[in-house]
Nanobody, 128 residues
């Protein structure tokens, strides 16, 4: 069973920055595709960012492109989400997610909330 433990949320002002961390309890972290999602009140969980196993490939939702950066540190079994220029509409619960390596990468499916493992969720509130 894979456990994903997140940290880094909080209350910030518009324009501030935050960095999330998500640490995975796995032996071969480098074999896992990793993603970040968020869910605002009354809305569906939405895809934000993806980083591939080798860290070479990343992808972002249009809503956060240019403001958010995903990265990973294989030595620490950790994936990060650096969020800059935060806006009130970024207020949400943020989740990291992954799947067993055996599932490979199906890009359309990866962008949906259809993943086997999720972090506990971390609240971010951005005040104007």
């Amino acid at each position: 069973q894979v456990q994903l433990v997140e940290s880094g949320g909080g209350l910030v002002q518009a324009g501030d920055s935050l960095r999330f961390s998500c640490t995975a309890s796995v032996r071969t972290f480098s074999t896992y595709n990793m993603g970040w999602f968020r869910q605002a009140p009354g809305k569906e969980r939405e895809f934000l960012a993806y980083v591939g196993r080798s860290s070479v490939f990343t992808a972002y939702a249009d809503s956060v492109k240019g403001r958010f950066t995903i990265s990973r540190d294989t030595a620490k079994n950790t994936v990060y989400l650096q969020m800059n220029s935060l806006k009130p509409e970024d207020t949400a619960v943020y989740y990291c997610a992954t799947d067993p390596p055996s599932k490979g990468l199906n890009w359309p499916r990866f962008q949906t909330p259809n993943h086997d493992y999720w972090g506990q969720g971390t609240q971010v509130t951005v005040s104007s």
